[in-house]
């Protein structure tokens, strides 16, 4: 199967930066659309974004939107996040996740909680107000 391996995550004052990585193996990473989950203790799982397959398309939460990139170099089986003014709330353990359907498919299903079948570990971001 896919193996994810996040990284970067880190400590950070409220407005800071951190740019999060996923490496992954597997000769089928360029066809996966990739997405960024977080969690924060006692709270549910929360979808944070996407990125197609060919990086052309991209769909955000509306609590990161204009703060957070999502991007992916596909010769480089990677995926990152970029977080900008990071604030508080956006402290919890961060997940990256892989799954072989198309852009739309797959956000549909992620709406209804499927259509992921790859995750890394979780990095942890904690944000200092």
């Known amino acids: 199967q896919v193996q994810l391996v996040e990284s970067g995550g880190g400590l950070v004052q409220a407005g800071g930066s951190l740019r999060l990585s996923c490496a992954a193996s597997?000769?089928?990473?360029?066809?996966?659309?990739m997405g960024w989950f977080r969690q924060a203790p006692g709270k549910e799982r929360e979808f944070v974004s996407c990125i197609s397959w060919s990086g052309d398309s991209t769909y955000y939460a509306e609590s990161v939107k204009g703060r957070f990139t999502i991007s992916r170099d596909n010769a480089k089986n990677t995926v990152y996040l970029q977080m900008n003014n990071l604030k508080p709330e956006d402290t919890a353990v961060y997940y990256c996740a892989g799954n072989a359907l198309s852009f739309r498919d797959s956000l549909v299903a992620a709406s209804q909680g499927k259509g992921y079948d790859y995750w890394g570990q979780g990095t942890q971001v904690t944000v200092s107000s």
């Open positions: 597997g000769r089928t990473f360029s066809r996966y659309v």
